[in-house]
């Protein structure tokens, strides 16, 4: 088995202690290696000038600077991934949902029974969340991050990267096999480009950068838009309140999928966070279902188990979209569409946080068209307007 390479970490939090316990505790890890602490992000920010970690563990509230305010800011600027870390992430739903619609892999709380304590809990966790996320994230591991031009002491309030589900320790003690879709879904044959014509359905995937970007997307829809499957990256606690935002803004319905639900114009579902999501057919009727199984691609919910189940049970009757994002999830799927004769698009580089997903998919073949952001929403609803195939 090839020795994993060595994960270059910053831990910022204002507390000595923790900063102290935290290097001492991954200290006996043989491929997780401190290069610098910090007590606050400004300190932090002048260290990683000088070698820019491969993750970032970030207090929530810090002098100076508090962490969420510069988890935007450096997904803004350099994505790197970032892991949370607080007393009070737990006790306020608010917060934890917020750092991780920021772009944060994951947000660890501490529960009351003493720092020392904690920290000799969630080292295993803590180390397979690094792990993981040193896999997932930019730099070195063929995603590329859209690096902007912005100072980090700007206001960024336009950049929001997305939340992504965090993967557990035990994936890397068994050398984080990697599954793709075929251990859920079987893969499509020659016959699945030949669905008999339905109304058009569309699926979506997305990861870093798709909260804000679907916010985006569906904020410019309205009921008569098809109907819309979406598999966006987050953990299982937080995709029903994200679907509830998301329904805020939009004109067409908006909820958490559920075992059996209908795709209907005018809806939109979200896959639950924990659960794949996989479209099948009835007829000229489209309707989901939720499914356990292993991480796909690193992600459950996966877009390569969402795209394929559209190519199985749509053909060219579906179109797909793959959005910004870490990674090469949905990549696969998507040319498991086009050769089913979907229509697919990816999401442009201009216009991405990071260029991972949509340009895994286009280096595969399967995207059709590559549009800005703000082109994907119009794309939709000429949809909704077309004859079925």
């Known amino acids: 088995m090839t020795t994993p390479p060595t994960i270059r970490v910053m831990v910022v939090d204002d507390s000595s202690v923790v900063r102290q316990l935290v290097q001492q505790l991954l200290a006996q890890t043989t491929d997780i290696r401190v290069i610098g602490t910090a007590p606050d992000p400004v300190f932090a920010l002048r260290k990683m000038q ?17 962490g969420i305010t510069f988890l935007r800011q450096i997904m803004s600027t350099r994505p790197t991934p970032v892991i949370m870390c607080s007393a009070r992430a737990m006790g306020q739903g608010g917060l934890a949902a917020e750092a991780l619609a920021a772009g944060a892999v994951s947000v660890i709380a501490r529960p009351q029974l003493g720092v020392r304590d904690f920290l000799h809990e969630a080292v295993a966790e803590l180390a397979g969340a690094i792990r993981a996320a040193m896999l997932a994230g930019p730099g070195g591991r063929g995603t590329t991050m859209v690096t902007r031009s912005v100072p980090l002491t700007d206001d960024l309030r336009m950049v929001k990267a997305a939340s992504r589900e965090m993967l557990h320790d035990d994936g890397w003690a068994s050398g984080l096999q990697r599954y ?17 014509p339905t109304a058009r359905i569309v699926a979506i995937g997305a990861s870093t950068g798709g909260p804000q970007a679907l916010e985006r997307v569906l904020g410019r829809l309205d009921g008569r838009c098809p109907g819309i499957v979406v598999v966006q990256h987050m953990p299982q606690r937080f995709t029903r309140s994200f679907a509830e935002r998301l329904h805020r803004v939009s004109g067409a319905e908006v909820k958490e999928a559920e075992h059996q639900d209908l795709v209907l114009p005018g809806r939109v579902l979200i896959a639950p966070g924990g659960k794949h999501l996989v479209v099948r057919r009835d007829g000229q009727q489209y309707y989901v279902e939720t499914l356990d199984g292993p991480l796909v691609s690193r992600h459950k919910p996966s877009v390569d188990v969402l795209f394929r189940s559209l190519a199985k049970a749509a053909g060219r009757n579906a179109v797909g979209i793959i959005m910004t994002g870490m990674g090469d999830d949905g990549a696969r799927g998507m040319r498991e569409m086009a050769d089913c004769g979907a229509a697919t698009y990816a999401q442009d580089e201009a216009s991405s946080v990071v260029f991972g997903m949509p340009k895994e998919a286009i280096h595969m073949g399967g995207v059709g068209d590559v549009l800005p952001l703000e082109h994907i929403s119009a794309v939709i609803e000429q949809y909704a307007s077309r004859e079925p195939q």
Do not use: F, S
């Open 180 to 196: 793709t879709a075929d251990a859920v879904l079987t893969p499509p044959g020659p016959q699945d480009g030949y669905c008999p």
């Open 50 to 66: 000088q070698e820019w970690p491969d993750v970032i563990l970030l207090d929530i509230e810090m002098p100076r600077m508090d």
